[in-house]
């Protein structure tokens, strides 16, 4: 579904990513691990557009989306979060979904006019939705800013999912988190299986990542030094080694 | 009482500006080419009622439009510079239109009596009001019409999703665009729905002194323009408006007494508000209860 | 050989727009900031000297020797640009760069205000003190082409400034204070800055050579008139800075060589009322083609 061929970004002298190649499949959950700058956020930022790359080539679902800004990524079906949230905090949780709602679906499915002035109802009442998926019902009105630190985490992860993605990429989801919110993180990412939705999953928490995901990609200084099943990286040398060797966080 | 139309016409005036003003503030970009974009409005609808005869409505709504496509070319390189760069770029620009209009000639004569602007002498004798025998009162409604027509859209478009995007490229422009929103789009269309309004009070302004000159649409204007959504705490229109009030009838008429010295107090005001109450002076608390007021239902209280 | 002397003399007096714009890329420098109110408070300097010399008068049996209008000009200048960094600066929220921005702007039309009141709008004859020192014409080359000497000893006396602030920003501790707060602001905090009073320092010098650049135009124009000096100096400054590259001094340096000469070209084929209009199309073909100016950094995200 998400192919990675070659991908490249040299900041000044330093190859933050280099030569890249990984594939993700549609369904699975896929993570991308790697010791702290072995290129994991840029590789997120390269996908969703926020700069382009060096060199090679980022094609989703068929389509090269490879210098696509990130709103043109948004429309071809991948949605993110953010390593240090970033909701838009003086607005509510209600309208942090709302202003939200930018897939591709929703521009074809309303006019324009009602899209920008209110909102179908199906619209806002999958609004609703994505409140009680992700346990934020209670908090509609709250200002996204007043949230505890899980339940910011929480509707990130519920804005991306309002754009209706195909795929959502999630940079960190359980950083901070302690081990009872890593658990229901766990759940929500399997729900999000269950309806179909690809997860590129960058992470820390290993236990998190050997739990939950199919296959995964292990980068150290900007390339790739293993892919497989965790069980697999589990008992993989290089990646003892690399952990080893910057085993500092 | 004409004193206190004329109050109300100026209130009515500077709420139109300090609507414009508001809707390019939501996005977080400063824009200082306010008073610029309403000298467009207000020399384009002064020289189609007075040279080309035409009425005023039609003559208010060109000199918008061409207000608004200007405030679009000039959202285009806008998006380019972010923040202080956009303030020196459009104080820049507010300047050279100023400029322009100082240098504009186009005068044709008409039973031996020259009209339209000529250059650093203005533009004098826009008279379609007392043309047509509008009294005063008159004027402040049709004034106060313009401006609760404005005061309406800008609500409306606030409390909907367009006001939501807009507000949210202002708090987080990278995560706006990551949630889908097209910055493109979203400010182009801010500095040209701004450019509209800016110009429509331009040609309302125009008509309502009968004399313009470049000097009008000066730096001290651009001020006016943004202050007002800047002090109004930018929750809701209605800050804007009591800030308007505020400013114009409390600041500079009620301390008249103490001498001409108009902008001196306007610029201390700022300064000291900008040190104590930086956030505004109308608190969101108060902007919601108001809100809450014209909406005929509670709201914010817990903001 | 019109053109070669309408540059020549746009680049000398260009000098003291390098004085200004340096003021502001100064400023922006420690702070990251914008003081639009900077060049405003510097010429109300000017206007301090030229008070005391309107009252003393110049040279004769009590009077002031004209150097001595520089001196308190600029340190007039450095004293208005300390109280703009108390009001405007010292106690706005630091994060919230509207506050202090729209404090300058407020600063700026006080400052406008207050020189009307003065002056009654009038435009003030100011004593040319740089008269004097080289010969007028200093060299002739041609019928058509020479160099004045006033314009001569502005270029010279600007290029000692700005010498002096070179040699405080890279030989002295306060300027090794200045580059450290300008350059990583923690850091700096870390090592026992005290970055108020480095910032407060900074205003103080940038208002110096703002307060010099006043008098060197007073002087050299030989008036004084506040609805041409106050605000259009402003934005010109503002525009030789972003042109620079903000931040960068080489930048505003050349920047405002730059605008004196491309100014001068265009007051020569258009005339004194369009001139400005052609210097701010130039800072719009700079935005849409070089925004980051002709030195500055290239802008990093954050």
Redesign the interface.
Known sequence: MLEIKTLSKHFGGVRAVDELDFTVRQGEIFGLIGPNGSGKSTTVNLVTGIFPPTAGEIIFDGRDITTAQPHVTLDAGIARTFQNIRLFNNMTVWENLWVAQNSAEDKKATNLLSRWMGGSRKAKSQVEEYLEFSALADKRDELAGNLAFGEQRRLEVARALAAKPKMVLLDEPAAGMNREEVRALDERLRALKARGITVLLVEHVMELVMEVTDRIAVLNFGQKIAEGTPSEIQNNQAVKDAYLGTSGD | MDFYFGMLQIVGLHTILGLSAYIILLTGQ?SMAQAGFMSIGAYIAGMLTVLAEMHLIPAMLIGGVAAALVACIVGF?AL??????L???T???G??IR??W??FDYQISRGGVKLGPE??EGFKQIRFFPENGWSTLDVAIFIWVVAGAVIAAVW??DR???G??L??VG??D??????????TVVKVSAFTAGGFIAGLGGSVYAHYTTHIEHLNF???MA?FA??YP?LGGLSNVFGTILAVIFVQVFLLEVLRPLGD????L??????VV??FM??GLFSAQVASRIKGVFSGRKEGA?? | MDYVQAIVDGLLFGAVYALIGIGFTLIFGVMNKINMAYAAASFAGAYVSLGIAQVVGLSGDFGLPPFVMFLVSAVAGGVFAYIVYLICFRFTPDHYELASLMATIGTLLMVDEMVVQATNGEPQNYPEVLQGIFDNPMLEFSEEFAIRGDLLTLFIVAVIATLGLLWVLFRTKLGLATRAVAQQRMAAQLCGIRVDRTNATTFVIAGVLGGLAGAMIGAVVGTLLQSLVVIPLTIKGLIVTVIGGLGSIPGAIVGGLMVGAFENVFLAIRGVTERDMYVMLLLFVFLAFRPQGLFGRVAVRD
């Open positions: 400063v390189p380019r510079v972010k923040g202080l760069m303030v020196v770029a104080i820049a620009f300047e050279f400029i322009f100082f240098n250059g650093g409306w478009m909907s999703r367009a939501k995007v507000r949210a708090e987080d990278l995560a706006a665009q990551s949630a889908g929103i097209n910055l000066d730096i001290v001020t943004i202050i800047i010295l108009r902008n001196l306007f610029g201390a005001m700022i300064i900008m040190n930086p956030h817990n903001a």
